[in-house]
């Protein structure tokens, strides 16, 4: 079965730094894909950004970017230039490319994010 | 474009009731899938139906049951409720058949059980 794990409970960045949010993953898959996930206090989880494993180039939307270390098993999110509107839970999430749980999400524990003014 | 939609926002009940929750997907996805978000344990996937069946389905008991109907919208039912299953209900939908399978998700239900 697949784990994911997210280590950093809760970050806090001052608005405009930059900040790195941690996370690893537990597979036998070779491929599969991974996304970062933002839940903010009205609760509605939104992508903020995806990656394929076959690709090595590492995925950018905007002020988000991610590392992607696949043999390291590492999903690292970069937020810069912080806005206050950045601020809410964040999930790292596996899913694989096919088989059964071809459909299953599974999420780490969530990392919660405070930006300071 | 109209985004995944969930009702009821709120439901309490007591142990032992039965509980039902709707999700309506994005127009044009056939996917509906149900998590549940419970203090303390994260985001736990429910259930996966696709094309009116049900594709797959993750660590619950079957007092945990749903169903997807012809225009792709699903309930979640969870019969004989238990004090754990207070919790967000999260529904998401996608097109399978895409490269990433993007799930969207609609803001939830929140289910107090006392």
């Known amino acids: 079965a697949q784990t994911v794990t997210q280590s950093q409970p809760e970050m806090s960045v001052q608005e405009a730094e930059t900040v790195t949010l941690s996370c690893t993953y537990d597979t036998s898959e070779s491929d599969y894909y991974l996304f970062w996930y933002k839940q903010p206090p009205s609760r509605q989880m939104i992508l903020v950004i995806r990656q394929e494993a076959y690709k090595q180039q590492n995925a950018t939307e905007n002020r988000f970017s991610v590392n992607f270390q696949k043999a390291a098993k590492s999903f690292s999110l970069k937020i810069s230039d912080s806005q206050l509107g950045d601020a809410a839970m964040y999930f790292c999430?596996?899913?694989?490319?096919?088989?059964?749980?071809?459909?299953?999400?599974?999420f780490g524990q969530g990392t919660i994010l405070t930006v300071h003014p | 474009e109209a985004g995944v939609t969930q009702s009821p926002t709120h439901l309490i009940k007591t142990r032992g009731q039965q509980a039902t929750l709707r999700c309506s997907p994005i127009?044009?996805?056939?996917?509906v899938y149900w998590y549940q978000q419970a203090l303390g344990l994260g985001l736990q996937f429910l259930l996966w139906?696709?094309?009116?069946?049900?594709?797959n389905r993750g660590n619950f008991p079957p007092r945990f049951s749903g169903r997807q109907f012809p225009n792709y919208s699903s309930e979640l039912n969870v019969n004989a409720l238990e004090l754990e299953d207070s919790a967000l209900y999260l529904c998401a939908s996608s097109i399978p058949g895409l490269a990433y399978n993007e799930q969207f998700f609609g803001p939830g239900t929140r289910l107090t059980v006392l």
């Open positions: 127009s044009g996805h056939t996917s």
């Open positions: 999430a596996y899913r694989n490319a096919g088989g059964t749980s071809y459909g299953k999400l599974t």
């Open positions: 139906y696709d094309e009116g069946e049900e594709r």
